[in-house]
């Protein structure tokens, strides 16, 4: 049976078959663009949890939360409420996002950026640095080992980072083998896009502590975020209790205040 991720996956790489655009062009292009914001360093600067929010309109599982936002507003609300960085969903078909979103929202904020989308080529990375992103999204569970060695190190040669994305103890191995310096724990089943709850307290113990560490997904609540800080996470993920948060400036700061010395 066809999974959520098989589905979005089989689709970017479709995208991605069809593209014949010159690689070099687009490198070149790439690394002529003023030096990114730097994506871990924000995270590992934060005083106490950090918070990455997200801009999300909808998810393939739930449907729409705010097909219709203002990004520019957004961005800054988060801004305000002390968000460590953005991330922003510029796949389309099955997240309502686009390239212009994540260029307006990076455009009115100077934190940095990820790119939330699916990976699946060189096209991609260059793609999200030519459109602004300091940072982007590698899943394992998407990626052959090769190309996850080759991609990090292309993102890194752009000058940005890479947020690797694992999801049990062996993806947690290949990301750390492949040089992943920041890892994500989603704990949602890509396949199913049921919420294990437990899956990143017990992935925490296994991630060294010199790598950046990111609790992602179905974090409904503030216990939520401090049990996964109490875990040993440098940083949480959250998009969808910020899109449906009426106040999101209050919301990333009560998130953003776990952990915090004062």
Same mark, same amino acid.
């Given at each position: 049976?066809?999974? %959520?991720?098989?589905?979005?996956?089989?689709?970017?790489?479709?995208?991605?078959?069809?593209?014949?655009?010159?690689?070099?062009?687009?490198?070149?292009?790439?690394?002529?663009?003023?030096?990114?914001?730097?994506?871990?360093?924000?995270?590992?600067?934060?005083?106490?949890?950090?918070?990455?929010?997200?801009?999300?309109?909808?998810?393939?599982?739930?449907?729409?939360?705010?097909?219709?936002?203002?990004?520019?507003?957004?961005?800054?609300? %988060?801004?305000?409420?002390?968000?460590?960085?953005?991330?922003?969903? @510029?796949?389309?078909?099955?997240?309502?996002?686009?390239?212009?979103?994540?260029?307006?929202?990076?455009?009115? $904020?100077? +934190?940095?950026?990820?790119?939330?989308?699916?990976?699946?080529?060189?096209?991609? +990375?260059?793609?999200?640095?030519?459109?602004?992103?300091?940072?982007?999204?590698? +899943?394992?569970?998407?990626?052959? %080992?090769?190309?996850?060695?080759? %991609?990090?190190?292309? $993102?890194?040669?752009?000058?940005?980072?890479?947020?690797?994305?694992?999801?049990?103890?062996?993806?947690?191995?290949?990301?750390?083998?492949?040089?992943?310096?920041?890892?994500?724990? &989603?704990?949602?089943?890509?396949?199913?896009?049921?919420?294990?709850?437990?899956?990143?307290?017990?992935?925490?113990?296994?991630?060294?502590?010199?790598? @950046?560490?990111?609790?992602?997904?179905?974090?409904?609540?503030?216990?939520?975020?401090?049990?996964?800080?109490?875990?040993?996470? &440098?940083?949480?993920?959250?998009?969808?209790?910020?899109?449906?948060?009426?106040?999101?400036? @209050?919301?990333?700061?009560?998130?953003?205040?776990?952990?915090?010395?004062?």
């Amino acid at each position: 049976m066809s999974s %959520y991720l098989d589905e979005i996956v089989a689709s970017a790489r479709r995208r991605a078959s069809r593209d014949h655009r010159d690689l070099d062009e687009l490198l070149s292009a790439a690394l002529s663009l003023p030096k990114a914001r730097s994506f871990q360093g924000a995270l590992q600067a934060s005083n106490g949890l950090a918070v990455v929010a997200e801009i999300k309109r909808r998810s393939p599982s739930k449907g729409d939360m705010a097909a219709g936002i203002d990004v520019a507003r957004v961005a800054k609300d %988060y801004a305000a409420g002390g968000a460590a960085c953005l991330s922003v969903l @510029t796949n389309e078909e099955f997240f309502g996002g686009s390239r212009e979103d994540l260029v307006v929202a990076r455009g009115v $904020v100077d +934190i940095p950026v990820l790119r939330k989308d699916f990976t699946v080529s060189p096209f991609d +990375i260059c793609d999200a640095r030519l459109m602004g992103a300091d940072a982007v999204l590698l +899943i394992v569970a998407a990626l052959g %080992y090769e190309d996850l060695v080759e %991609y990090i190190k292309l $993102v890194e040669m752009l000058g940005m980072d890479a947020l690797v994305e694992v999801h049990d103890e062996l993806e947690l191995d290949k990301a750390l083998s492949a040089g992943a310096r920041v890892v994500g724990v &989603n704990r949602r089943d890509l396949h199913s896009f049921d919420v294990h709850p437990d899956r990143a307290v017990k992935l925490a113990k296994r991630i060294p502590p010199d790598i @950046t560490s990111v609790a992602e997904s179905g974090i409904s609540t503030r216990e939520d975020a401090q049990q996964l800080f109490e875990a040993g996470f &440098n940083a949480v993920l959250v998009g969808e209790l910020l899109m449906r948060s009426v106040d999101r400036t @209050t919301a990333v700061k009560s998130l953003s205040s776990i952990g915090a010395q004062r």
